[in-house]
């Protein structure tokens, strides 16, 4: 399609650098030949320059009729036809033709590569595959072939994993000819305008490249429900819409100024394109002008505006990477002229065409999304995606099925206005241009959605020890993206939050709390997550204890009551749970064995739990008011809640269940060691919740590491063995002996 603006003829329709159609010029035409077929080939290459490849095809076909015993003449005119079907995309007739000039051994490498291309855009993968490794071993220099090989490859995966994009085509919008490259007609995205070809457009005659009529702009609207109505001509007095190819076009960002390619087509003579701006002025449109690039014998087109003063553009001008490339060219001021262009270099561009080049702003990020045949990808042109950062575009990634296709697909646009998004009810939406089967015809303008992945997240709240269901607890989550929600448990023990309110690629922290248990934090992600799910956390919540709890030994030098740094950690099961508790009130106690007076005892005691208190509050941050020392002196002898065993100096001793180390009891057993093994029972620091109505005056919620693991009052501690050893003596009063564990162990039988 010559001139369809080459906006449209150069990557839809040339799948390669038309660099190479100067090889035509190194190709003579034998002198044996007879007139006639002279003038019939001769024509033929003069409109296969002019890129008029459907008129070429009909003068190729009757100059090989005249040729008779040159068989590189034949085979050259084969291979032209070849390429005059490739470039009109009509890819069954072009495979077809090059495989006979293929296996005709043409030495023309692009006759390979047009065979396995023509192949890979009709979606026969494996054929084409072959055609590829077939295409490397002739001429194993040629990238295209590597190209090709991994394409065939990856397309077939892709098909067998797609992405989550739906895809469907508007058959409202399109015709039996080609439409292509939608843009957005507004601000509210209420009107749409593409480029098309169907037999109302404005130019007469037939373009010479395709055989279609010459393309203008239209517009199609919603209706007050809706729905698209029926396509109409951007205008109709041909000051846009002209005798020429119109498309590819864009606005500003405030829908005042139409940026788009212009095609001229004259006979006899091979057209640039140029983009032109226009200003909408009410219904009508001042006279296009236009916007000069390059130089007249280049094409430049497919214009797209990052912002009123920058714009990304497609063109085949010198210092590029090879057919057609994406360029940046900016200007100072809205009024002053665009300054000199630059290449976006290879990181974007290829040796291959890079077309159709559209803008996503989203907040601070800039996306470009656009088309090139020059990278892997499932056929004819892949969409890929690239951002902005620093100055810099990233590594263009491809969009995959089902946006690519074995097709041409192209000019990819993004709604990310919230009304269009929960209308259409999706995460992503928007619409692209393709030629993919399951349209009315040539390109098609089809839509595109990304469903939302949904999750909700649910769970039954237990009690820990009865396993019976708590209802009224408060469950209360708090989200990554700064989302704090809450919720109770019902009849059944059960607490929900639905799909609104748990969101994608967001991590969730969870605390659920109950008069009269211990608060369980949890943490539930969808970071990562490709489909919807529904998540499910339990807890079980441990009913805070009516007596004391042991802490895990805390020894200290004789008589004396500095805590010592070793034993610090003893506490460290404490502070988590006042932490995780913040509304506890706590009340440490330090006991000693029932030698000594009970003056002297109860103040070693009392001042050994103030040490412990002292710690938590100045080094761990506990409100003073939260924790109060006790010290109990002799006076609360310790009631076994389980077996005990303790060793001493060697010998093991065993203490059932049940029994209070009371000092009768304790100077009624049979040996000294025995006896000291039962005053180390009663050494001890413990506490109790005496309150649960603390109102938090800061946040308190920082977990402490090491894990705490709660032993309850009916767990079996047999295996809880105390050393006997003691560090300060076997009969001073308080003398304590050590017994440190790998882990806090809160015990809960005092």
Request: charged content about 30%; glycine content about 8%; aromatic content about 10%.
């Amino acid at each position: 399609m010559v001139s369809k603006i080459e906006t449209y003829n150069w990557g839809m329709k040339n799948r390669y650098s038309l660099i190479l159609i100067v090889l035509l010029s190194l190709l003579i035409v034998p002198q044996g030949v007879v007139k006639a077929q002279k003038n019939f080939a001769g024509e033929a290459d003069k409109k296969f320059e002019l890129h008029k490849y459907y008129d070429a095809i009909q003068l190729y076909k009757k100059a090989y009729t005249k040729v008779k015993g040159n068989k590189l003449e034949k085979n050259r005119i084969l291979f032209q036809i070849g390429r005059c079907y490739y470039y009109v995309n009509d890819m069954k007739k072009a495979s077809l033709t090059m495989k006979r000039v293929v296996s005709a051994k043409y030495p023309e490498p692009d006759a390979h590569y047009i065979y396995g291309d023509a192949l890979k855009a009709m979606g026969e993968y494996e054929d084409a595959l072959i055609a590829f490794q077939e295409f490397k071993k002739t001429f194993p220099d040629d990238i295209r072939a590597d190209i090709g090989i991994e394409s065939c490859n990856m397309a077939v995966a892709w098909m067998d994993n797609p992405t989550r994009y739906e895809v469907e085509p508007n058959r409202k919008l399109n015709s039996r000819n080609a439409d292509f490259a939608p843009s957005y007609y507004d601000k509210k995205h209420k009107a749409l305008m593409f480029t098309t070809s169907r037999e109302e457009v404005y130019g007469r005659g037939t373009d010479s490249w395709t055989g279609l009529p010459f393309t203008d702009f239209f517009v199609v609207s919603k209706d007050r429900k809706g729905n698209w109505g029926t396509p109409v001509p951007l205008d109709e007095e041909g000051v846009i819409n002209s005798e020429a190819n119109e498309g590819a076009g864009t606005f500003d960002p405030k829908f005042r100024e139409l940026y788009f390619t212009r095609c001229q087509a004259v006979k006899k003579k091979k057209m640039g394109c140029e983009i032109y701006v226009a200003v909408k002025k009410g219904r009508t449109w001042s006279e296009p002008e236009v916007i000069t690039l390059a130089a007249d014998s280049f094409t430049v087109g497919h214009p797209a505006m990052i912002d009123e003063n920058t714009m990304i553009f497609a063109s085949n001008m010198p210092g590029g990477e090879g057919g057609r490339d994406l360029w940046m060219v900016k200007r100072p001021k809205k009024n002053k002229p665009f300054e000199k262009a630059e290449n976006l270099g290879n990181v974007i561009n290829t040796p291959g065409d890079e077309l159709y080049p559209t803008i996503r702003l989203v907040g601070d990020h800039v996306y470009m999304y656009f088309s090139t045949n020059g990278r892997a990808g499932m056929g004819g042109l892949d969409i890929f995606k690239t951002e902005l950062i620093d100055g810099k575009w990233t590594e263009p990634e491809n969009m995959k099925y089902p946006i690519n296709s074995n097709g041409d697909d192209f000019h990819m646009i993004f709604s990310d206005l919230p009304d269009d998004l929960k209308e259409a009810d999706a995460k992503e939406m928007g619409w692209f241009t393709t030629n993919r089967k399951g349209g009315r015809g040539n390109d098609d303008i089809w839509s595109f959605r990304m469903p939302p992945i949904l999750f909700t997240l649910t769970g039954i709240v237990r009690d820990d020890s009865t396993k019976e269901i708590i209802v009224g607890a408060l469950v209360q989550l708090e989200g990554s993206d700064g989302t704090v929600l809450q919720d109770s448990t019902d009849a059944t023990g059960s607490y929900y939050f639905d799909n609104t309110q748990i969101l994608e690629e967001t991590t969730y922290r969870l605390n659920v709390s109950k008069v009269d248990y211990y608060s369980e934090k949890g943490k539930e992600t969808t970071v990562g997550l490709i489909e919807s799910k529904d998540l499910v956390h339990d807890f079980n919540l441990v009913p805070i204890p009516k007596k004391p709890i042991v802490l895990p030994d805390i020894l200290y030098d004789f008589n004396k009551w500095d805590l010592k740094p070793q034993y610090q950690d003893s506490l460290l099961g404490l502070v988590q749970i006042m932490k995780e508790n913040p509304n506890l009130i706590i009340e440490l106690g330090s006991h000693t064995d029932v030698r000594g007076s009970d003056e002297f005892n109860d103040t070693l005691s009392f001042k050994r739990a103030k040490s412990c208190v002292d710690y938590i509050v100045t080094e761990q941050g506990i409100e003073p008011d939260r924790i109060k020392p006790k010290g109990y002196g002799e006076r609360v002898p310790r009631l076994l809640q389980k077996d005990k065993t303790v060793i001493f100096e060697g010998d093991t001793f065993f203490f059932e269940k049940g029994l209070v180390m009371t000092e009768e009891y304790i100077n009624g057993l049979s040996s000294r060691k025995e006896q000291e093994a039962a005053h180390q029972l009663n050494r001890r620091t413990t506490f109790e919740i005496v309150g649960t109505d603390y109102v938090p005056q800061k946040d308190t919620n920082t977990p402490i590491d090491p894990k705490i693991e709660i032993i309850n009052n009916d767990g079996d501690d047999n295996g809880d063995v105390d050393n006997g050893e003691e560090e300060g003596g076997t009969n001073e009063e308080g003398a304590d002996n050590p017994n440190l564990n790998d882990k806090v162990i809160l015990n809960q039988d005092y």
